[in-house]
């Protein structure tokens, strides 16, 4: 060892320390990196799905390859045209938009906010691209759960095939509702109704996308917004 450092020119040790140095850094700050990640999947898991279904410390550590934390900002999509659906969402916090095209027409099917559950069904079961668009409308954060890893796990796990459930039976409820709203024969209904139900969008959403959703021009909806009581 003395040998070798004798013969090795100060400069050159200096940077060879320094390199390891760097390098033990990088490791030490990946490690901290995958141990904070896997530390907000438990804490999103704990927080989110645990109280729709009750799970254990075990359950907990094998949801956790599973879940994926997504970011979006306003005008980013969870699911594009033509994408095939990979995911059940579970979103945390911020508001999104489910919308599709019909030429150069845009129609709003759905608006979804803090602890509602996205499961784009017609592509998600079928494996075929989506004809849906899910848009962020402000900063959005999703616990997405990769569908066939989830339902790989229900096989073998009764926790797991609950789960499954319950998050297709919140979903399903939250699409009967929006179907049953749009049987309101009154504009006023229809707006009272979408307020009580859906604050963030009615608070956020831009006026062209809520008209859309409640099969109503803008401009009826604007002198709603400005005469109806709620």
């Known amino acids: 060892l003395m040998e070798s450092i004798s013969s090795t020119p100060a400069e050159a040790l200096?940077?060879?320390i320094e390199e390891a140095l760097a390098t033990g850094r990088r490791s030490k700050t990946k490690i901290m990196m995958a141990t904070t990640h896997k530390l907000d999947k438990t804490h999103f898991i704990k927080t989110f799905l645990a109280p729709l279904c009750p799970l254990t410390d075990e359950d907990i550590e094998m949801l956790v390859p599973v879940v994926e934390i997504q970011t979006l900002q306003r005008g980013?999509?969870?699911?594009a045209e033509?994408?095939?659906a990979r995911y059940?969402?579970?979103?945390?916090?911020?508001l999104l938009r489910t919308h599709i095209r019909d030429g150069r027409k845009d129609h709003t099917q759905q608006f979804a906010?803090?602890?509602d559950i996205i499961i784009p069904a017609e592509s998600l079961f079928s494996q075929e691209p989506s004809h849906k668009i899910i848009t962020a409308l402000n900063e959005t954060v999703c616990l997405n759960l990769k569908y066939e890893d989830l339902l790989a796990l229900s096989i073998d796990n009764p926790t797991f095939h609950r789960l499954l459930i319950l998050l297709y039976q919140a979903a399903l409820l939250r699409e009967q509702s929006v179907?049953?709203?749009k049987h309101l024969k009154s504009a006023q209904e229809r707006y009272r109704h979408f307020c009580k139900n859906h604050p963030a969008a009615a608070m956020y959403a831009n006026v062209s996308h809520?008209?859309?959703f409640l099969n109503m021009a803008p401009e009826t909806l604007s002198r709603l917004r400005s005469t109806v009581l709620l």
């Open 14 to 16: 200096i940077t060879k």
């Open 88 to 94: 059940v969402t579970l979103i945390t916090e911020g």
């Open 179 to 181: 179907a049953d709203s």
């Open 82 to 84: 033509g994408q095939i």
């Open 113 to 115: 906010t803090k602890d």
């Open 76 to 79: 980013d999509t969870l699911l």
């Open 210 to 212: 809520v008209a859309s």
